[in-house]
């Protein structure tokens, strides 16, 4: 086999330096399933060195057309002006399945694509969620080194992709709109557990006074859900569009930060890092047995068995079991 063309040593001083070009073939590499990339993938890191927590890992969710990305690029915009260097990373579930990439697509973010303190990266293509989670993990990584001190993962509002993301990133920001009347109905429960912030979005024109009386709504909802000394998520108005009440959302992630204090979050990151661990060994494990040669023999013998009824399901394992054991 060929060795790639990839010194991860020279790549890693790139990074540092903060070359753009070798930034994005950094990111490259560590979205590369590939066996041999992936060891080069982990030298890299290795030279990169571990991150510091003076970097924000701000996750960003909501359904499609709440405005992530119009939002994102009001926020981006407005903190590269205020001298930081923001990376923007996108974990889009539809992409493990479709092959596509939605998220995070440079068009939709037209001045931060152009922005040189600023750095926009699509959701990897293809893989499973771990295999996607385990790119954005390091591309995070990637981005830090080369002094990027905000990094915003945004990602789309359907289930495990936000717990993905959230175990990821030190504060959650939901997006969402003003729905009187079915706030905490309209919002996936697991949402509540998860977001740190809450932002009632397009706070514009007519709908101004609607999104205003929604956050009063829901913040009263989720003290009541929380209790006292817990971090009951603020919920504030904005507008992406606009620009109006960004910089608020933006005080708030950074509150949310100072109620972590540096110790909470340097323990948050570290526990993160070990439910990542087994995600990641879980993940591998599920590429492991839908690649087994074992597994491949019996997969037809036991679908039939068990579809006629003459396998149960309990036995039926215990089979596919045998049989990537078998190895
Ligand atoms: P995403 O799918 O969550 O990334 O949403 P987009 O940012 O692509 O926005 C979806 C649509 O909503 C677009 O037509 C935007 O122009 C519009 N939009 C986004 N943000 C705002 C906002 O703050 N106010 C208003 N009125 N419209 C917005």
């Known amino acids: 086999m060929a060795r790639p063309?990839?010194?991860?040593a020279e790549l890693a001083a790139g990074v540092r330096e903060r070359n753009r070009a070798a930034v994005s073939r950094a990111i490259t590499l560590v979205e590369s399933s590939k066996v041999e990339h992936r060891v080069l993938a982990r030298e890299?890191?290795?030279s990169l060195g571990s991150s510091t927590p003076s970097c924000i890992r701000v996750g960003i969710s909501g359904v499609p057309g709440v405005g992530k990305s119009t939002f994102i690029e009001a926020l981006g915009t407005h903190l590269t002006s205020q001298?930081?260097?923001v990376g923007v990373l996108a974990v889009d579930p539809s992409?493990?399945?479709?092959?596509?990439?939605?998220?995070?697509?440079?068009?939709?973010?037209?001045?931060?694509?152009?922005?040189?303190d600023a750095f926009i990266r699509p959701s990897p293509a293809a893989g499973t969620l771990g295999g996607v989670a385990r790119a954005t993990a390091q591309a995070m990584a990637v981005l830090e080194a080369a002094s990027y001190d905000v990094v915003l993962?945004?990602?789309v509002g359907v289930g495990?992709?936000?717990?993905?993301v959230a175990g990821m990133v030190d504060t959650f920001l939901f997006l969402t709109l003003a729905r009187t009347?079915?706030?905490?109905?309209?919002?996936?429960?697991?949402?509540?557990?998860?977001?740190?912030?809450?932002a009632v979005n397009k706070a514009d024109g007519d709908r101004e006074g609607e999104a205003r009386s929604a956050a009063r709504e829901l913040a009263g909802a989720?003290?009541?859900?929380?209790?006292?000394?817990?971090?009951a998520p603020p919920v504030v108005t904005c507008s992406g569009l606009t620009g109006t009440g960004v910089e608020d959302v933006w005080q708030r992630v950074l509150g949310h930060r100072e109620h972590l204090t540096l110790d909470g979050l340097a323990t948050k990151r570290a526990e993160q890092q070990l439910d990542f661990t087994w995600a990641l060994v879980r993940d591998e494990l599920d590429q492991r047995l839908r690649r087994s040669a074992g597994v491949a023999r019996v997969r037809q013998e036991v679908r039939a068995a068990v579809l006629s009824g003459e396998l149960a399901a309990p036995a039926a394992a215990d089979l596919i079991l045998a049989a990537y054991d078998e190895r």
């Open 222 to 231: 989720l003290r009541l859900v929380h209790g006292k000394g817990e971090w």
């Open 83 to 85: 001298g930081h260097r």
């Open 181 to 198: 009347g079915d706030q905490l109905q309209g919002i996936k429960k697991g949402i509540l557990e998860i977001a740190d912030v809450i």
């Open 153 to 155: 993962v945004e990602t």
């Open 44 to 46: 890299l890191l290795a």
């Open 95 to 116: 992409s493990v399945r479709t092959g596509g990439s939605v998220l995070g697509d440079k068009t939709r973010m037209a001045r931060l694509a152009v922005d040189p």
């Open 5 to 8: 063309q990839v010194d991860p």
């Open 160 to 164: 495990q992709s936000e717990v993905t």
